[in-house]
Protein backbone atom coordinates (compact mmCIF):
# COMPACT_ATOMS: atom_id res chain seq x y z
CA UNK A 1 0.00 0.00 0.00
CA UNK A 2 2.83 2.42 0.94
CA UNK A 3 4.29 1.95 -2.29
CA UNK A 4 1.28 2.21 -4.21
CA UNK A 5 1.49 5.85 -2.51
CA UNK A 6 5.38 6.72 -3.29
CA UNK A 7 3.94 5.53 -7.00
CA UNK A 8 1.14 8.00 -7.39
CA UNK A 9 3.17 10.54 -5.67
CA UNK A 10 6.35 9.56 -8.39
CA UNK A 11 3.21 10.27 -11.04
CA UNK A 12 1.86 13.73 -9.42
CA UNK A 13 5.54 14.81 -9.53
CA UNK A 14 6.29 13.81 -13.08
CA UNK A 15 3.18 15.78 -14.70
CA UNK A 16 3.70 19.03 -12.71
CA UNK A 17 7.69 18.41 -14.44
CA UNK A 18 5.56 18.47 -17.77
CA UNK A 19 3.83 21.37 -17.17
CA UNK A 20 7.20 23.12 -16.00
CA UNK A 21 8.95 22.09 -19.15
CA UNK A 22 6.25 23.31 -21.27
CA UNK A 23 6.97 26.70 -19.73
CA UNK A 24 8.73 29.74 -20.74
CA UNK A 25 11.74 28.73 -18.69
CA UNK A 26 12.22 25.93 -20.58
CA UNK A 27 11.96 27.20 -23.99
CA UNK A 28 13.74 30.12 -23.52
CA UNK A 29 16.79 28.16 -22.40
CA UNK A 30 16.30 24.78 -25.15
CA UNK A 31 15.28 27.02 -27.90
CA UNK A 32 17.94 29.82 -27.93
CA UNK A 33 21.45 30.30 -26.62
CA UNK A 34 21.51 30.81 -22.27
CA UNK A 35 23.31 33.81 -21.60
CA UNK A 36 25.74 34.56 -18.67
CA UNK A 37 22.68 37.09 -17.35
CA UNK A 38 19.56 34.27 -17.30
CA UNK A 39 22.50 31.48 -15.73
CA UNK A 40 23.40 34.23 -13.07
CA UNK A 41 19.94 35.20 -12.29
CA UNK A 42 18.67 31.36 -11.74
CA UNK A 43 21.83 30.61 -9.59
CA UNK A 44 20.91 33.99 -7.43
CA UNK A 45 17.43 32.59 -6.74
CA UNK A 46 19.01 29.17 -5.98
CA UNK A 47 21.02 30.91 -3.63
CA UNK A 48 18.24 32.28 -1.65
CA UNK A 49 15.88 29.68 -1.10
CA UNK A 50 18.81 26.83 -0.56
CA UNK A 51 20.09 29.16 2.09
CA UNK A 52 17.21 28.29 4.35
CA UNK A 53 16.69 24.75 3.21
CA UNK A 54 18.53 23.76 6.43
CA UNK A 55 16.45 26.08 8.40
CA UNK A 56 13.08 24.96 7.34
CA UNK A 57 14.11 21.63 7.96
CA UNK A 58 15.07 21.79 11.29
CA UNK A 59 12.02 23.91 12.03
CA UNK A 60 9.96 20.70 11.63
CA UNK A 61 11.19 19.80 15.04
CA UNK A 62 8.69 22.15 16.75
CA UNK A 63 5.97 19.82 15.67
CA UNK A 64 5.66 16.66 17.68
CA UNK A 65 7.11 13.75 15.50
CA UNK A 66 8.15 9.85 16.22
CA UNK A 67 11.95 9.96 17.16
CA UNK A 68 13.24 8.69 14.18
CA UNK A 69 11.72 11.09 11.67
CA UNK A 70 13.08 13.94 13.94
CA UNK A 71 16.25 12.08 13.57
CA UNK A 72 16.46 12.22 10.28
CA UNK A 73 14.93 15.99 10.06
CA UNK A 74 18.27 16.50 12.44
CA UNK A 75 20.38 15.00 9.88
CA UNK A 76 18.75 16.14 7.05
CA UNK A 77 19.22 20.20 8.35
CA UNK A 78 22.68 19.50 9.02
CA UNK A 79 23.63 18.11 5.83
CA UNK A 80 21.56 21.05 4.32
CA UNK A 81 23.92 23.56 6.00
CA UNK A 82 25.65 26.31 3.50
CA UNK A 83 25.06 24.88 0.41
CA UNK A 84 24.21 28.08 -0.77
CA UNK A 85 27.60 28.74 -0.89
CA UNK A 86 28.30 26.61 -3.59
CA UNK A 87 26.04 28.34 -5.94
CA UNK A 88 27.92 31.15 -4.93
CA UNK A 89 31.09 29.69 -5.70
CA UNK A 90 29.78 28.29 -9.14
CA UNK A 91 29.17 32.25 -10.31
CA UNK A 92 32.48 33.58 -8.72
CA UNK A 93 34.51 30.71 -10.74
CA UNK A 94 33.32 32.03 -13.74
CA UNK A 95 33.60 35.34 -13.32
CA UNK A 96 29.72 36.49 -12.89
CA UNK A 97 29.56 36.94 -8.48
CA UNK A 98 28.81 40.03 -7.73
CA UNK A 99 27.88 40.96 -4.01
CA UNK A 100 25.27 43.38 -4.48
CA UNK A 101 23.19 41.60 -6.90
CA UNK A 102 23.64 38.33 -5.01
CA UNK A 103 22.11 39.86 -1.88
CA UNK A 104 18.91 41.80 -3.53
CA UNK A 105 15.40 40.88 -3.14
CA UNK A 106 14.52 37.08 -3.83
CA UNK A 107 12.08 37.22 -6.90
CA UNK A 108 8.21 36.59 -5.81
CA UNK A 109 7.92 33.14 -6.25
CA UNK A 110 11.03 32.53 -4.72
CA UNK A 111 10.18 34.53 -1.66
CA UNK A 112 6.67 32.83 -1.65
CA UNK A 113 8.42 29.25 -2.14
CA UNK A 114 10.99 30.33 1.11
CA UNK A 115 7.84 31.48 3.30
CA UNK A 116 5.73 28.33 2.62
CA UNK A 117 8.46 25.44 3.48
CA UNK A 118 8.70 27.71 6.62
CA UNK A 119 5.04 27.45 7.22
CA UNK A 120 4.69 24.07 6.37
CA UNK A 121 7.57 23.27 8.76
CA UNK A 122 5.94 25.25 11.87
CA UNK A 123 2.09 24.06 11.30
CA UNK A 124 2.29 20.41 10.25
CA UNK A 125 6.09 19.69 10.77
CA UNK A 126 8.74 16.76 9.21
CA UNK A 127 5.89 14.70 7.64
CA UNK A 128 4.50 17.24 5.40
CA UNK A 129 7.85 18.52 4.41
CA UNK A 130 8.81 15.08 2.70
CA UNK A 131 6.64 16.20 0.37
CA UNK A 132 9.46 18.59 -1.19
CA UNK A 133 12.46 16.65 -0.47
CA UNK A 134 11.05 13.64 -2.64
CA UNK A 135 10.74 15.81 -5.40
CA UNK A 136 13.65 17.80 -4.33
CA UNK A 137 16.32 15.31 -3.53
CA UNK A 138 15.28 12.92 -7.13
CA UNK A 139 15.27 16.06 -9.03
CA UNK A 140 18.17 15.84 -12.00
CA UNK A 141 16.69 13.15 -14.69
CA UNK A 142 13.68 15.89 -14.99
CA UNK A 143 16.16 18.99 -15.12
CA UNK A 144 19.30 17.14 -16.81
CA UNK A 145 18.86 18.22 -20.01
CA UNK A 146 18.60 22.15 -19.11
CA UNK A 147 21.74 21.35 -17.21
CA UNK A 148 23.36 19.83 -20.59
CA UNK A 149 22.56 23.07 -21.93
CA UNK A 150 23.88 25.67 -19.46
CA UNK A 151 27.15 23.65 -19.35
CA UNK A 152 27.49 22.85 -23.59
CA UNK A 153 26.70 26.90 -24.38
CA UNK A 154 28.68 28.63 -21.29
CA UNK A 155 31.68 26.12 -21.63
CA UNK A 156 30.78 24.95 -17.99
CA UNK A 157 33.11 22.48 -16.33
CA UNK A 158 31.97 20.31 -12.96
CA UNK A 159 33.76 22.53 -11.26
CA UNK A 160 31.74 25.84 -12.42
CA UNK A 161 28.93 23.58 -11.44
CA UNK A 162 29.90 22.33 -7.91
CA UNK A 163 25.94 22.96 -6.73
CA UNK A 164 24.55 20.48 -9.01
CA UNK A 165 27.05 17.86 -9.45
CA UNK A 166 27.67 18.01 -5.39
CA UNK A 167 23.95 17.81 -4.78
CA UNK A 168 23.25 15.02 -7.16
CA UNK A 169 25.65 12.99 -5.68
CA UNK A 170 24.68 14.09 -1.87
CA UNK A 171 20.50 13.41 -3.31
CA UNK A 172 21.52 9.82 -4.56
CA UNK A 173 21.26 9.10 -0.79
CA UNK A 174 19.14 11.53 0.29
CA UNK A 175 15.74 9.76 -1.39
CA UNK A 176 16.52 6.68 -0.14
CA UNK A 177 16.28 7.68 2.97
CA UNK A 178 13.37 10.08 2.05
CA UNK A 179 10.99 7.24 0.46
CA UNK A 180 11.95 5.27 3.64
CA UNK A 181 10.62 8.35 5.79
CA UNK A 182 7.34 7.93 3.49
CA UNK A 183 6.97 4.22 3.81
CA UNK A 184 7.29 4.46 7.59
CA UNK A 185 5.79 7.63 8.98
CA UNK A 186 3.28 9.08 6.47
CA UNK A 187 0.92 6.11 6.90
CA UNK A 188 -2.74 7.60 7.06
CA UNK A 189 -4.55 9.09 4.63
CA UNK A 190 -4.06 12.78 5.75
CA UNK A 191 -0.77 12.34 6.32
CA UNK A 192 -0.13 11.18 2.46
CA UNK A 193 -2.39 14.41 1.58
CA UNK A 194 -0.11 16.73 3.14
CA UNK A 195 3.14 15.06 1.54
CA UNK A 196 1.41 15.32 -1.46
CA UNK A 197 0.06 18.92 -0.95
CA UNK A 198 3.45 19.94 0.04
CA UNK A 199 5.08 18.06 -2.89
CA UNK A 200 3.01 20.06 -5.29
CA UNK A 201 2.79 23.23 -3.64
CA UNK A 202 6.61 23.48 -4.02
CA UNK A 203 7.15 22.35 -7.29
CA UNK A 204 4.20 24.93 -8.89
CA UNK A 205 5.88 27.80 -6.82
CA UNK A 206 9.60 26.07 -8.61
CA UNK A 207 8.40 26.83 -11.59
CA UNK A 208 6.60 29.78 -11.50
CA UNK A 209 10.56 30.99 -9.99
CA UNK A 210 11.80 29.80 -13.17
CA UNK A 211 9.10 31.57 -15.04
CA UNK A 212 9.50 34.59 -13.49
CA UNK A 213 13.60 34.27 -14.31
CA UNK A 214 12.79 34.14 -18.08
CA UNK A 215 10.36 36.92 -17.64
CA UNK A 216 13.04 39.37 -17.02
CA UNK A 217 14.90 37.93 -20.25
CA UNK A 218 12.40 37.99 -22.92
Known sequence: MQNEFINSLRQTVDQHWEQIRGGRFWNRVMEKPVTKELYRDLMIEIHHYTKHNSMNQAVTAFVNAPEGLLRFAYQHAAEELGHERMA??????IGLLDREQLGRAPLPATEALIGYLYFVALRYGPI??????????????????????????????????????????????????????IDRYAKTPADQALVRSTAETTLFLTGQMLEQVAQRHL
Request: charged residues 25%; negative net charge; aromatic residues 12%.
Open 128 to 181: ARLGYSFWAESVYHHIGDVLGKFRSDLSLSERNMSFFVAHSTIDKKHIVQVEEC
Open 88 to 93: AHDLES
